[in-house]
């Protein structure tokens, strides 16, 4: 499967006041990887389901908050 999480490595300015963000990071959503929905995709039970947010594990997408993004910043 794909990694749903982007890198990217915005312009900065010699002239920036500001200290720099050099590397920036973004989650792209899953349902980008499926082109249709396939029969038979596994299902989450209703209370895992009501848990994650979302029936199919294929289309989950964990949260990560600013501090689990630690090593990926500077």
């Not at 990694?3 to 010699?14: A, C, D, E, H, L």
């Not at 006041?17 to 082109?35: A, S």
């Not at 289309?59 to 990560?64: A, F, V, W």
Request: aromatic share 16%.
């Amino acid at each position: 499967m794909y990694s749903q999480t982007r890198v990217y490595f915005p312009y900065v300015s010699p002239f920036d006041p500001c200290p720099p963000i050099r590397v920036k990071t973004f989650q792209v959503n899953p349902q980008l990887f499926i082109g249709f929905q396939p029969e038979n995709l596994p299902q989450f039970s209703p209370m895992e389901a009501l848990r994650h947010g979302v029936l199919w594990p294929a289309l989950y997408s964990p949260y990560s908050g600013r501090g689990d993004q630690e090593g990926l910043e500077g």
